[in-house]
Nanobody, 123 residues
Framework: QVQLEESGGGLVQTGGSLRLSCTVS???????MGWFRQAPGKEREFVAS????????DYADFAKGRLTISRDNDKNTLRLQMNNLKPEDTAVYYC?????????????????WGPGTQVTVSS
């Protein structure tokens, strides 16, 4: 059973930064990985993804220029550096292991999800 655990969430002021991490049990080097989020009263949405080798990334429009996804396959770790945070970034952020070398934007499919970490941005 694959287990994912996010960390690094918290409370930050507008314009601040946070770095989320996700540790995964088992090897991740052959899987695409991603981050999703869900704000109160809203549907879960795609944030960013990275292919298995780390050479290709994909970002939601709201993430471009502010959020950076990265991975360390030796440590089975996924990260999300978040800069210039806004109140609308407030959400629970989820780490995902995708079933293939790439990770699509869909919230459905054969993905493994972490329990999530809360990010709150105060105005």
């Amino acid at each position: 059973q694959v287990q994912l655990e996010e960390s690094g969430g918290g409370l930050v002021q507008t314009g601040g930064s946070l770095r989320l991490s996700c540790t995964v049990s088992g090897r991740i080097s052959i899987y695409g990985m991603g981050w999703f989020r869900q704000a109160p009263g809203k549907e879960r949405e795609f944030v960013a993804s990275i292919n298995s080798g780390g050479s290709q990334t994909d970002y939601a429009d709201f993430a471009k220029g502010r959020l950076t996804i990265s991975r360390d396959n030796d440590k089975n770790t996924l990260r999300l550096q978040m800069n210039n945070l806004k109140p609308e970034d407030t959400a629970v952020y989820y780490c995902v292991r995708c079933p293939n070398v790439n990770c699509d934007r869909s919230t459905i499919g054969n993905k493994y999800w972490g329990p999530g970490t809360q990010v709150t941005v105060s105005s």
